[in-house]
């Protein structure tokens, strides 16, 4: 698809999208313009059945080196305070079918954080993960804090963010960042057959499943249980429901409409 100078968004094939970040002169650096074509390009996708997940990717060496520095340096306080980005990564945040993040090479600062923002991270074996920020004299701004310490408890993201030190994928693996590792040249591949997997079940199931298992981070156990439960019920009036079971009995691969 055309119009974009950052981002290459493929057409959907099998039901997935590919967006590749594509700003190789500067590692991927997430400048307001890059963020604003992946805001929009996501909005567009959530519009389009032909989609039902999406992979985004870097190159073959970065995933994505953090914001755009330069373009940080050269922002006054007035230009902070019209600071377009958090408007784009809460429309990123706010897509609604599943991400999966293929990740080779650098991961840092807002490139970990859009990678975390996605809902799995397959990640190549010389993958780096680091939220480096503490180097500029600075934190994490879109979701770092909150986000890792989630993935990874305490004491990692502690020495994270205050360390700016990074991780390779193996560590990510077992810390919980990272749902698989695969060699380099795999992960494109490995991320896009995971995704054709999701995109072969019933749409409504997984957005449903994507929401109940986001609404974990906001909610207590037991208002959490509760809203699994309404959301179960729901299901229960789907037609894709219907067909799961159907097909099951009869030995056959389902057909989701998505009704
Ligand atoms: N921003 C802008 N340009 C970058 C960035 C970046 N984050 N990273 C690399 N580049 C540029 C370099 O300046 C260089 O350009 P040039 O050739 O014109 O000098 C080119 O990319 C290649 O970079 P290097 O020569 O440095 O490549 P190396 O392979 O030697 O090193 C590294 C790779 C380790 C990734 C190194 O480039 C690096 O440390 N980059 C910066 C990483 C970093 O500090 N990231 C955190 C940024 S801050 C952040 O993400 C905060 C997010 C807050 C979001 C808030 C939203 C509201």
Redesign the pocket.
Known sequence: MTGYSDIVVDSPKSGVQHIRLNRP???????TAL?GELANALSVAEQDDQVRVVVITGSE??F?????????ADLNPVGIWK?K??Q??NSIKAFSKPVIAAVN??C??????LAMSADIIIASEDA?F????I??G?????G?TQRLIRSVGKALAMKLILS?E?IKAREALYAGLVAEVTQPELTLKRATTLAKTIASKSPIAVRVAKEAILAAYETPLSQGLELERKAFLFLAATEDRQEGIQAFMEKRPPQFKGL
């Open positions: 002169e500067a590692h991927n650096a997430l400048r963020l060496k970065v994505a080196a953090g914001a755009d520095i330069k373009e940080m600071d980005r958090p784009h990564w090479g650098y840092l600062g807002g490139g970990m954080e780096q680091g939220q480096p920020e180097n500029l600075i934190i994490p701004g879109a770092g700016g990074f």
